[in-house]
T-cell receptor, first 115, second 116 residues
């Protein structure tokens, strides 16, 4: 399978704990995105990388959230001091850098539950 | 700020019927891209169809087609000969490109149920 891979699929944590999610994009894709989706809503943009450069961050990404993409390959999203409001599906997507408006390929997401 | 609005939270049709899902958006940009994504119960987001704003011709992909009205900022999805496997959440999305960064903004979604 050469699609976008996310790990773990599910994460249950207690409030105040730190969590880290991993995303492996499709290998030839330069662009990588993180989105958050709560139940019954559309995905909300969090951040975007082109290669290793983080080009845009949403104001939804508070200082408790940090994302990295070392060497322009896989990416990690860390949430520090988790709150119950962080409970959501975290989606990763990637796209090639062939041009503009390329479609995004999504992973299956990491479902976070903060107790 | 760019926004995407899907005014139909839920829709339900019989198998083999045609159904149209509505989407409107708000932007001051002239060059952008529009997408429809499908999210079945597995929650995997799957691209249904893509439209480039500078193209007047409506995009089609097999049973799926769009009615793109740029002046009205409307982008509806028509599903012909609907199938049980079309049951899913459908999200309309708008892509803007700012300083090299691409950002996809989603609507709230329409839950579509195809009944046997």
């Amino acid at each position: 399978d050469t699609g976008v891979s996310q790990d773990p699929r599910h994460k249950i944590t207690k409030r105040g704990q730190n969590v880290t999610f991993r995303c492996d994009p499709i290998s030839e894709h330069n662009r990588l995105y993180w989105y958050r989706q709560t139940l019954g809503q559309g995905p909300e943009f969090l951040t975007y990388f082109q290669n290793e450069a983080q080009l845009e961050k949403s104001r939804l990404l508070s200082d408790r959230f940090s994302a990295e993409r070392p060497k322009g390959s896989f990416s990690t999203l860390e949430i520090q001091r988790t709150e119950q409001g962080d409970s959501a599906m975290y989606l990763c997507a990637s796209s090639p850098a062939r041009g503009k408006g390329e479609k995004l390929f999504f992973g299956s997401g990491t479902q976070l539950s903060v107790l | 700020a760019q926004t995407v609005t899907q005014s139909q939270p839920e829709m339900s049709v019989q198998e083999a019927e045609t159904v149209t899902l509505s989407c409107t958006y708000d932007t001051s940009e002239n060059n952008y891209y529009l997408f429809w994504y499908k999210q079945p119960p597995s929650r995997q987001m799957i691209l249904v169809i893509r439209q480039e704003a500078y193209k007047q011709q409506n995009a089609t992909e097999n049973r799926f087609s769009v009615n793109f009205q740029k002046a009205a900022k409307s982008f509806s999805l028509k599903i012909s000969d609907s199938q049980l496997g079309d049951t899913a959440m459908y999200f309309c999305a708008f892509m803007m490109i700012i300083q090299g960064a691409q950002k996809l903004v989603f609507g709230q979604g329409t839950r579509l149920t195809i009944n046997p």
